[in-house]
């Protein structure tokens, strides 16, 4: 089993920056994706960005539009989601996810969840 906590949420002004971890633990992660979703009242939960352990090929979603940065620490055993020049659209509570295998950017394939990192956006 793998487990996942995420850390990092808060409250900031558009234009400004938050550094999400998602901390793993489990027999074997390493061949998993992990994935960073989110979602906010009145919307499903959509992908935001993934990273496969094993190979570090990282995937994002359209709306991303290069603020984002998914990264690995291997020492630490945790992945992290830079975002920058946050908008009030992106409110919504982040949760990690784990899959095995290769990413997918469908929910319901992933087997592990945290239990989210809330962020908050105000203009």
């Known amino acids: 089993q793998v487990q996942l906590v995420e850390s990092g949420g808060g409250s900031v002004q558009a234009g400004g920056s938050l550094r999400l971890s998602c901390a793993a633990s489990?027999?074997?992660?390493?061949?998993?994706?992990i994935g960073w979703f989110r979602q906010s009242p009145g919307k499903e939960r959509e992908f935001v960005a993934a990273?496969?352990?094993?190979?570090?090929?990282?995937y994002y979603a359209r709306f991303v539009k290069g603020r984002f940065t998914i990264s690995r620490d291997n020492a630490k055993n945790t992945v992290n989601l830079q975002m920058n020049s946050l908008q009030t659209e992106d409110t919504a509570i982040y949760y990690c996810?784990?899959?095995?295998?290769?990413?997918?950017?469908?929910?319901?394939?992933?087997?592990?969840w945290g239990q989210g990192t809330a962020v908050t956006v105000s203009s």
């Open positions: 996810a784990a899959v095995v295998g290769r990413y997918s950017g469908d929910p319901a394939s992933y087997s592990y």
């Open positions: 489990g027999r074997d992660f390493s061949s998993y994706s």
């Open positions: 990273i496969n352990w094993r190979y570090d090929n990282n």
